[in-house]
T-cell receptor
Framework: GAVVSQHPSWVICKSGTSVKIECRSL??????MFWYRQFPKQSLMLMAT?????????EQGVEKDKFLINHASLTLSTLTVTSAHPEDSSFYIC???????????FGEGSRLTVL | SQQGEEDPQALSIQEGENATMNCSYK?????LQWYRQNSGRGLVHLIL?????REKHSGRLRVTLDTSKKSSSLLITASRAADTASYFC???????????FGTGTQLKVEL
């Protein structure tokens, strides 16, 4: 079964609203989680590294005020897309690193559609 | 960071044939990993090869790594229709799982 859960798996929202996506490690603790974005038939682009208890590290070109990341516990990171616009429509995937083993696990992804 | 390139972008073969996908990257790496993604789904880790390794096997999978050419290949032998998916290579420069993904190969295995 899945060891990293993302919720919601899909969401449709109106332009201008904010959407929160959760990434949860189910049976391990993760001080580090990663958020990726994937456009149709394209590769995954790393958006940011989420660090438990501290600020996220964003990749160049990713607006931190647009994509808010909170990693408040060892099993949960959230990505909030603020004031979403149609160009934010994408597939968002998280991964979490097992603090004990170093293994990396990916979530099933969350598809965001902004109307 | 720049992504790696994979070729071919798309590959269509018959069941039972072998499928070979190639990946090239630009920087020095700690390890290189291959992932599979079914349409609209998350990623499944297939195999990891470290920078000091040249070849690795796992079931029907064979991965090679040539650090001098900054390239890797994934061979799937005796392919099955269920192998139909996108395959991505990903490089880890620092060993901390901060991955840079290649452009991917869409594999279609037909009956």
């Amino acid at each position: 079964g899945a060891v990293v859960s993302q919720h919601p798996s899909w969401v449709i929202c109106k332009s201008g609203t904010s959407v929160k996506i959760e990434c949860r490690s189910l049976d391990f603790q993760a001080t580090t989680m990663f958020w990726y974005r994937q456009f149709p038939k394209q590769s995954l682009m790393l958006m940011a590294t989420s660090n438990e208890g501290s600020k996220a590290t964003y990749e160049q070109g990713v607006e931190k005020d647009k994509f808010l990341i909170n990693h408040a516990s060892l099993t949960l990171s959230t990505l909030t897309v603020t004031s979403a616009h149609p160009e934010d429509s994408s597939f968002y995937i998280c991964s979490a690193r097992n603090i004990r083993t170093g293994e990396l696990f990916f979530g099933e992804g969350s598809r965001l559609t902004v109307l | 960071s720049q992504q790696g390139e994979e070729d071919p972008q798309a590959l269509s073969i018959q069941e039972g044939e072998n499928a070979t996908m190639n990946c090239s990257y630009k920087t020095s790496i700690n390890n290189l990993q291959w992932y599979r993604q079914n349409s609209g789904r998350g990623l499944v880790h297939l195999i990891l090869i470290r920078s000091n390794e040249r070849e690795k096997h796992s079931g029907r999978l064979r991965v090679t790594l040539d650090t001098s050419k900054k390239s890797s290949s994934l061979l799937i032998t005796a392919s099955r229709a269920a192998d139909t998916a996108s395959y991505f290579c990903a490089t880890d420069r620092g060993g901390g799982n901060k991955l840079t993904f290649g452009t991917g190969t869409q594999l279609k295995v037909e009956l």
